[in-house]
């Protein structure tokens, strides 16, 4: 079954500098990565996803790249704020099979003032 | 409306108790899930419900006994549980029975304490 790992662990970023995750799958059929933003206390939410049709997607401050061949998919915040503070799961689901979500550890990622 | 709705938000049971945790979405989503989720550990997949079917199941004690009354509600019966059972329970929905066409939507969750 698909298998994602997910780093680092943890990330501190003193706020207005960039923030990078990455996370690798294992199984080549995947072909659907979100990313979901988890503050303490708060549900999982959506906030980016990628389907394996295409390379790059942005939304605002938020840019996700996914690289097939090397089975790997990343996370980039610009301009980080305060409120950007959270658990960061990745994901990677595949279309075929059971249709399952496979999440990531999750990233720590806090930003500093 | 945009929201799953989860109840109750926290719950204390003994081992011998029965209890239930409820689940509710008003946005015509056709597939349902329960996640278990442990302190600083991603949401684990229990079950989905998709057209108010069971779809899925992780090989979950029994134990723990999900309901698909309507297309709108989840329920999870909870019997005989151990102290390691203590988690974040989590609800979600999608619009269709694929996570690939229709992302997550979880709701708030409800924090399950086993004495």
């Known amino acids: 079954g698909e298998n994602v790992e997910q780093h680092p662990s943890t990330l501190s970023v003193q706020e207005g500098d960039s923030a990078v995750i990455k996370c690798t799958y294992s199984d080549s059929a995947s072909n659907y990565f979100p990313w979901y933003k988890q503050e303490l206390g708060k549900r999982p939410q959506l906030i980016i996803d990628?389907?394996?049709?295409?390379g790059e997607k942005k939304d605002q401050r938020i840019a996700v790249t996914l690289n097939k061949t090397a089975k790997h998919f990343s996370l980039h915040i610009t301009e980080t704020q305060p409120e950007d503070s959270a658990v960061y799961f990745c994901a990677a689901c595949s279309l075929g099979g059971a249709q399952k979500l496979v999440f990531g550890q999750g990233t720590r990622l806090t930003i500093n003032p | 409306d945009t929201e799953v709705t989860q109840t109750p938000k926290h719950l204390v049971m003994g081992m011998t108790n029965k209890k239930s945790l409820k689940c509710e979405q008003h946005?015509?989503?056709?597939?349902m899930y329960w996640y278990k989720q442990k302190a600083k550990k991603p949401p684990e997949l229990m079950f989905v419900y998709s057209y108010e079917k069971l779809s899925i199941n992780e090989s979950v004690p029994s134990r723990f006994s999900p309901e698909c009354p309507n297309s709108s509600l989840l329920n999870l019966h909870l019997h005989a549980l151990q102290p390691e059972d203590s988690a974040l329970y989590l609800c979600?929905?999608?619009?269709?029975?694929?996570?690939?066409?229709?992302?997550?939507?979880f709701g708030n969750g409800t924090r399950l304490t086993v004495t």
């Open positions: 946005m015509g989503h056709r597939a």
């Open positions: 979600a929905s999608s619009q269709e029975g694929t996570v690939y066409n229709s992302p997550l939507h």
């Open positions: 990628i389907r394996s049709n295409v």
